[in-house]
T-cell receptor
Framework: SQQGEEDPQALSIQEGENATMNCSYKTSINNLQWYRQNSGRGLVHLILIRSNEREKHSGRLRVTLDTSKKSSSLLITASRAADTASYFCAVGISSGSARQLTFGSGTQLTVLP | DAGVIQSPRHEVTEMGQEVTLRCKPISGHDYLFWYRQTMMRGLELLIYFNNNVPIDDSGMPEDRFSAKMPNASFSTLKIQPSEPRDSAVYFC???FGAGWEEFQETQYFGPGTRLLVL
């Protein structure tokens, strides 16, 4: 399976602290994406990192990718209560007309005010 | 743009009844995806379309499930007959797909349909 697996399953931190979530996968990928899901809502894309990239930043988000270890991490700096949500990694395979994302089981992040 | 639109938002039905879920993708998107989310199995891809043509339906759990995309602005996911184990949140997502820029490979999700089969 190409499914990403997140670690930890749940994370609780204080506002202002940094939150780090990890994702491991099993096969070659074209890209790895991170999505966020607030309770009762659909998923929202956060950031995409390609297989030939090692690190990417977007605002308070920092994503790393290690293709040799088949792992990625998402760092949220200076967390806020509004960051409370589930975070999913998704491994992307794109070839011809094939465009598929396989999602992991997610990390539930709780940021305490 | 209103984003991906799904209807109904909530559906409660009895076992054996037919259920039809509807999705309107973002205008101009070439790809449409149907997912199912449960606590036990997480987010599973059921089927996806490119230019209204099904590309991969290997995730469809069984013959009781069917999906159609008669045109670029509408898709349905039908369950007939429904069973209690079909209870889940069903998401529709769309993407541009036709290119390699980040926005073209990003999937945009609808709010989901919460299905409860009694």
């Amino acid at each position: 399976s190409q499914q990403g697996e997140e670690d930890p399953q749940a994370l609780s931190i204080q506002e202002g602290e940094n939150a780090t979530m990890n994702c491991s996968y099993k096969t070659s990928i074209n890209n790895l994406q991170w999505y966020r899901q607030n309770s009762g809502r659909g998923l929202v894309h956060l950031i995409l990192i390609r297989s030939n990239e090692r690190e990417k930043h977007s605002g308070r988000l920092r994503v790393t990718l290690d293709t040799s270890k088949k792992s990625s991490s998402l760092l949220i700096t200076a967390s806020r209560a509004a960051d409370t949500a589930s975070y999913f990694c998704a491994v992307g395979i794109s070839s011809g007309s094939a465009r598929q994302l396989t999602f992991g089981s997610g990390t539930q992040l709780t940021v305490l005010p | 743009d209103a984003g991906v639109i799904q209807s109904p938002r909530h559906e409660v039905t009895e076992m054996g009844q037919e259920v039809t879920l509807r999705c309107k993708p973002i205008s101009g998107h070439d790809y449409l995806f149907w997912y199912r989310q449960t606590m036990m199995r997480g987010l599973e891809l059921l089927i996806y379309f490119n230019n209204n043509v099904p590309i991969d339906d290997s995730g469809m759990p069984e013959d009781r499930f069917s999906a159609k995309m008669p045109n670029a602005s509408f898709s349905t996911l039908k369950i007939q007959p429904s069973e209690p184990r079909d209870s889940a949140v069903y998401f529709c997502a769309s993407s541009f797909g036709a290119g390699w820029e980040e926005f073209q490979e990003t999937q945009y999700f609808g709010p989901g349909t919460r299905l409860l089969v009694l």
